[in-house]
């Protein structure tokens, strides 16, 4: 039986953690999961951990590199890390995962929706970005208590746009606004406006389900295949996904 540990039992992780247990009701292959909140000494004991076939990160930005150290002392050769706000750690992540030959996926959101939606927004910029009377635009809204402003996925959908737009040198003269209020699992729009008219991509999600299902896909990609040492992007599980024919 895998044995899977997640560290973080906050929404994300509960989030992870039932929809593991459905999968093992319901037919698919069953895991034996633990789920771990915040550590009273400030760092998970590798012990604590079990013997994990895969970890999933889901905590904090300023526990990563402490949980991944732990992953690894643990035994841990596959990580899934789903927190954001820790690109300052990122080339310390890296080392570790390459010094001990285990490879993870990180991104910003594990949603296949959301995924989707920045092909989408790309291909949107290709035919607005040429027309000076249109001018980009990006709103997000997040639950009063997320910490990160803008979040991981505004910043990857800001970055789409700047790389792809004609008129912008970064992501700094994109209009983006940041709301944080009440309980909103997350919304993003972006948006094209000119005199006459305005065209707008609106992705909402409804609860965390969205971004378990696509945390559950990328531990089973990497668990298909030997993947090399590092961090890899969730764009190679969305592309075997859509590849895939719809079983009837």
Known sequence: MQQITILG??????????????????GGRPAEVLLLGRPRRGRHDPGDL??????????????????????????????????????????????????????AVAAPNFSLGVALFGRLVETAVGLFGPLDAFDPYLLEWHRRAKHDRPSGTALDLARRIADRHPRLTSTDEL??????????????????????????????????????????????????????????????????????PIAA
């Open 9 to 26: 039992d906050g929404s994300l992780g509960r989030a992870v953690d039932a929809a593991l247990l459905e999968r093992s009701a319901s």
């Open 50 to 103: 079990g013997r994990p076939d895969l970890v999933i990160e889901a905590s904090r930005p300023e526990a990563v590199v402490a949980n991944v150290e732990a992953a690894m002392a643990a035994g841990a050769r596959r990580l899934i890390v789903a927190t954001t706000g820790w690109r300052p750690a990122r080339p310390r992540v890296e080392a570790l995962l390459r010094e001990t030959g285990a490879a």
């Open 175 to 244: 209009e983006l606004v940041s709301i944080r209020a009440g309980s909103s699992p997350g919304m993003h729009l972006v948006g094209f406006d000119a005199a006459g008219e305005t065209v707008e991509l609106r992705l909402t999600a409804r609860d965390r389900s969205a971004y378990a299902a696509g945390i559950l896909a990328t531990a089973d990609w990497l668990e298909r295949d030997a993947r090399p040492a590092g961090l890899h992007a969730f764009d190679p599980v969305v592309d075997e996904l859509i590849a895939r």
